[in-house]
């Protein structure tokens, strides 16, 4: 079936780097995606999405690419802190009658040392 | 404007006894979506439902595992006669209308299953 991955399982960066996390997705029909960061015991945290017409869209501190021609998306976090240190998950909307349906992807643990 | 709320936080319960975890969504939200977590993966779909309604729930086990979301109180997950397999978080979302049309998912905290 479809599937959204992440190339790297760990992540580990100073504090001040940028960081940039990976996902793979291999629905191509599909056409909103989404990053959440998980904290330990908590549940996901929206952090921003971005839809298929566009390839890039920038938050505060973090931009998402998207790249359609090869199916990858990446997260960028400007200037990593310490309360970074989280999993993100990629997810993917299935879309139509469906949506909030969401495909997840395996998880990225980024940490963040002082 | 209170999160999604979950409750328990964490529930024991011996093989064989009944699960029941409740969700009260955020003020407004009239759509409410289960997630299952394993350990070290991701969220995994059971099921979406409206108010009265399950809209989907392609993702819930055949046997044992039911939702429903009434037209008062909360939504509740149960699953009956429990195994060892049923052990995970499971995390409830709601959204005020069709999430992805411009709406977002808002996750609460999640219960920890753990079945003996």
């Known amino acids: 079936g479809e599937s959204v991955g992440l190339h790297l399982p760990t992540l580990s960066v100073q504090e001040g780097d940028n960081s940039i996390i990976n996902c793979a997705y291999s629905n191509s029909a599909s056409d909103y995606f989404i990053w959440y960061k998980q904290e330990s015991g908590k549940g996901p945290q929206f952090i921003i999405d971005?839809?298929?017409?566009?390839d890039k869209r920038q938050g505060q501190r973090v931009t998402v690419l998207l790249n359609k021609t090869v199916k990858h998306l990446s997260l960028q976090i400007a200037a990593t802190q310490p309360g970074d240190s989280a999993v993100y998950f990629c997810a993917e909307d299935a879309g139509g009658t469906s949506y909030g349906k969401l495909t997840f992807g395996q998880g990225t643990i980024l940490t963040v040392h002082p | 404007n209170a999160g999604v709320m979950q409750n328990p936080r964490h529930l024991v319960r011996r093989r064989g006894q009944e699960a029941r975890l409740r969700c009260s969504p955020m003020k407004g939200h009239s759509h409410v979506y289960w997630y299952r977590q394993l350990p070290e993966e991701g969220l995994k779909f059971m099921v979406y439902l409206q108010k009265e309604n399950i809209i989907d729930e392609s993702g819930m086990p055949k046997e044992r595992f039911s939702a429903e979301f009434p037209k008062e109180g909360p939504s509740i997950l149960r699953i009956q006669q429990v195994v060892r397999g049923d052990s995970a978080a499971y995390f409830c979302?709601?959204?005020?209308?069709?999430?992805?049309?411009?709406?977002?998912?808002?996750f609460g905290s999640g219960t920890q299953l753990s079945v003996l």
């Open positions: 971005i839809r298929s017409n566009m």
């Open positions: 979302a709601s959204s005020p209308l069709q999430a992805g049309s411009n709406e977002k998912l808002f």
